[in-house]
């Protein structure tokens, strides 16, 4: 790389959203380069499960918003030159507690209303479907669009598309400063020399608040940490992807019944998937102990026990490893998707759990944003003026051990 | 390829790979007695590749067998026995439900 460069607009991260932004950017004209200090998919986009999804969102604005990103995918799959193990075969939300199903079922019949492939399963349904389901699961409410993916393929994909429609990438490269000039964005200074340009895209998830204090522009965003176990191979054990109900409520920070201390203590709510080489990844732990990856063992065994509860022929399976990972968390569950109050500074971060699913609806807005376009879709709600003008940033949270 | 370190020699034990008797020796793992060039791979990845035993100290999980009905058993950290049972496995094993509690 030459110490001094152009561009048209500079993405700062290679994880799923930022590596979509760049190709989004890239196949509509603009002159993209992106910045990863490591590889791709280096930080959380290689530490989660690859969920693209409507299931957690409930009907309204946001559930649309969500059910477009996801169309997104199955256009994706036909132009991305990497094949990301996509398998549209839909996720299935379990209920195991009664006082549940009143809004699961309610939860159906809006998204039935707007539009969405949704089915009910129950309770003999669900053990006619999957014979190693628990007794205690009571029913199952299928989103049958949604889908699973490996998510370092799509960060791969969508780099590679970029860099075929004209975007240069540069992985390996560290950003030191931002620089502006006259009130608006000038320029990125990373540690492989000066990239001018006008206009920087924060796609850096946990990392974006620090890259946006180099121009004093306070970012919300905090790292939640989750845990996934990863088992040996094996087919057969289920059909596809499943999350349990209560992934909805320690989202929202609420309350479950028929759970250990230490599941409610670490989040701990079940998640299960099976990637295409037979392991099968079981979450889902929910803390905030700063920018902290090890795996914990309480919090590794909570989410096993969880999983035995919903799945007890996993008891005889053997876990292969687990890993942590920190995802961009917002307070109210809702990415940043928005301009800031500096000209040519754009935020795509915050997605938290939903990065991997609206990683490419991010990319085309970011991109209709940066091309002064009204975005396709509104996002106005997703603005970072929700939280004030320049609200404080958050703290991080500490380390567990 | 592959040469035997120690020339000690233990109690000559015949074991089943792939139904077909195998003469090796007491205190062998089923992974040494596989890097014999004769047989050479231990399973398949999903993708269809053939792997071999590789670290031989129970990491890397390429030396997945079948042994004695039980999958995925790491042959790097089995010994063999008299008369066992040996199979290579073609991607991921199913899983029974006879393996389960109930």
Redesign the interface.
């Given at each position: 790389m030459s110490s001094k460069r152009t561009a048209g607009a500079v993405v700062i991260g290679g994880g799923a959203v930022g590596t979509a932004v760049a190709c989004y950017l890239a196949m509509d004209g603009v002159d993209v380069t992106l910045v990863e200090r490591g590889e791709f998919a280096w930080g959380t986009s290689r530490r989660c499960e690859g969920h693209v999804v409507t299931y957690d969102t409930p009907p309204g604005d946001y559930s649309v918003f969500c059910k477009t990103g996801q169309e997104l995918f199955y256009e994706a799959q036909k132009f991305l030159p990497v094949d990301f193990d996509f398998t549209p075969e839909g996720i299935g939300l379990l209920v195991d507690d009664e006082s549940h199903l009143e809004t699961v079922k309610a939860n159906y019949e809006g998204k039935k209303k707007e539009g969405f492939d949704v089915t009910l399963w129950d309770r003999d349904e669900l053990r006619h479907r999957e014979?190693?389901i628990g007794d205690n699961v009571l029913a199952c409410l299928n989103f049958n669009n949604d889908c699973t993916l490996n998510p370092m393929r799509l960060c791969f994909g969508l780099a590679k598309h970029a860099e075929a429609n004209g975007a240069t990438i540069l992985p390996r490269t560290r950003v030191t400063n931002l620089r502006m000039e006259n009130g608006r964005v000038s320029g990125v200074e990373t540690d492989k020399g000066l990239i001018a340009t006008k206009n920087v895209i924060l796609s850096s998830g946990v990392w974006t608040p620090q890259m946006g204090a180099m121009l004093g522009v306070n970012i919300p965003i905090r790292p939640r940490q989750g845990h996934i176990i990863v088992t040996?191979?094996?087919?057969?054990?289920l059909g596809k992807a499943y999350v349990e109900y209560g992934y909805l409520l320690t989202k929202h920070g609420l309350k479950r019944e028929n759970v250990t201390p230490d599941m409610d203590k670490f989040g701990v709510a079940f998640v299960i998937e099976p990637s295409?080489?037979?392991?099968v990844l079981i979450g889902s732990s929910r803390r905030f102990v700063g920018m902290d990856i090890r795996p914990h063992p309480a919090v590794m065994r909570a989410v096993a026990e969880r999983g035995n509860q919903f799945f007890?022929?996993l008891?005889?399976m053997?876990i292969?490893r687990c890993y942590a990972g920190v995802r961009p968390a917002t307070t109210d569950e809702l990415p940043i998707i928005s301009t800031t109050h500096v000209p040519g500074l754009f935020v795509g971060a915050g997605h938290e759990g939903l990065g991997i699913s609206l990683s490419l609806i991010t990319g085309k807005i970011m991109s209709e944003l940066v091309r002064g376009q009204a975005p396709f879709i509104d996002t106005s709600y997703m603005s970072i003026d929700r939280f004030g003008f320049n609200p404080p940033a958050l703290p991080a949270g500490e380390a567990s051990v | 390829m592959f040469k035997k370190v120690s020339a000690s020699k233990g109690k000559i034990v015949t074991i089943y790979f792939e139904g077909q008797p195998v003469q090796t020796e007491e205190g062998m793992t089923v992974a040494a007695a596989v890097l014999d060039p004769s047989h050479g791979w231990s399973r398949t990845s999903h993708g269809g590749q053939k792997r071999g035993p590789y670290c031989q100290m129970g990491v890397c999980h390429e030396c997945l067998m079948t042994i004695d009905g039980i999958p995925n058993q790491q042959a790097c950290l089995t010994m063999v026995v008299e008369g066992m049972q040996v199979y290579r496995q073609d991607g991921a094993p199913d899983f029974h439900k006879e393996n389960s509690h109930e």
């Open positions: 014979p190693n040996e191979r094996v087919k057969g054990l295409s080489a037979g392991t007890p022929t008891s005889d053997r292969l | -």
